[in-house]
């Protein structure tokens, strides 16, 4: 009979250690999900910490861009002179942009002048050109130093004067001017391939705006010399008028950069070929003394030329 109560006794035993050691495993179970719950949390935590501290971030961002460029300028003059094509003279035109970055985009404010001038052999005379560009842009880039293709968008707003003059050289020529201010919308795209190990890139971007505005167009043909002569033109007849206009604009670019990450700051030198085109449209005047006269007032501008740009994220 010792034998089986030993035997029964042993199983109890058994059990007993069983059921613990179930127990024992259940509660080591439960406190290392607790445990890998609230490592998940933390982690979760810290993330959304980290990205809404990147979100909160901003950088700034500078550039500065300088132009070496040569534009062709036609103004259809008059029903007798016809239209006068002006070859204007290589001059610099420089660029300068400020604003931040923020997860990805830039929003900057760039402000652009440009001045030359040139003789015209149809015209024995001297044109003018001044141009002036504020822009308000966002724009989206892939990051400069990663390897392979990238693109490059610009949406924005754009505000420009531009002023055209042609001061012929004899004394009772025509003396005419054009000034025209406008606003209207600005859109660009680009693309590039980087080359990470190096930091070179290639790239080529266009963009181009459409602006309204009002265009004042001025025209004399006094003798400024001699007012009292007799000669052709020398009883003034001065115009002044002012119309509702608008303005087309392109502009394409390919070049080179160079890229290269400083520990908080990256730094990108470029520089490549341009060209520029815009076109300008207004209605025809007519003199007031001379009906059958009238002033051409459509204008069309090509220019070419090389750049270099310094760009600066801090």
């Known amino acids: 009979m010792r034998f089986p109560r030993l035997i029964f006794g042993f199983i109890i035993a058994l059990l007993v250690w069983q059921i613990g050691a179930n127990a024992q495993a259940q509660e080591v179970d439960s406190t290392t999900i607790e445990t890998a719950l609230e490592r998940l949390n933390s982690t979760k935590k810290q993330e959304d910490k980290h990205e809404l501290e990147d979100a909160a971030t901003w950088t700034l961002y500078g550039a500065v861009e300088v132009n070496w460029i040569r534009p062709t300028l036609a103004t259809p003059r008059n029903t007798v002179s016809g239209d006068v094509t002006n070859r204007l003279d290589w001059s610099l035109s420089p660029r300068i942009s400020l604003g931040a970055d923020m997860n990805g985009y830039t929003f900057l404010t760039s ?58 050289f004899a004394s009772n020529s025509e003396h005419i001017r054009n000034d025209f201010a406008g606003i209207g919308p600005r859109l660009g795209f680009g693309g590039s391939w980087t080359f990470a190990s190096t930091g070179l890139q290639v790239f080529a971007r266009a963009d181009g705006s459409f602006l309204a505005g009002i265009d004042v167009v001025f025209a004399d043909d006094h003798d400024r010399n001699d007012p009292s002569s007799q000669a052709l033109g020398a009883q003034s007849n001065p115009l002044e008028e002012k119309n509702a206009a608008c303005l087309v604009t392109g502009h394409v670019e ?40 009238t002033i051409g007032n459509d204008i069309w501008l090509r220019a070419r030329g090389i750049f270099v740009r310094c760009e600066y994220h801090f």
């Open 111 to 168: 402000y652009q002048f440009f001045s030359t001038v040139g003789d015209n052999s149809s015209l024995a005379g001297r044109a003018h050109l001044d141009e002036h560009f504020l822009d308000f842009d966002v724009k989206g880039e892939s990051p400069t130093l990663r390897d392979g293709p990238g693109g490059l968008w610009v949406l924005g707003l754009r505000l420009a004067y531009f002023g055209t003059s042609i001061h012929p």
């Open 254 to 293: 390919a070049g080179v950069a160079w890229s290269h990450r400083f520990e908080e700051t990256e730094l990108r030198l470029a520089g490549g070929y341009e060209f520029e085109w815009w076109r300008f449209f207004a209605p025809t005047i007519k003199e007031p003394l001379q009906p059958s006269v």
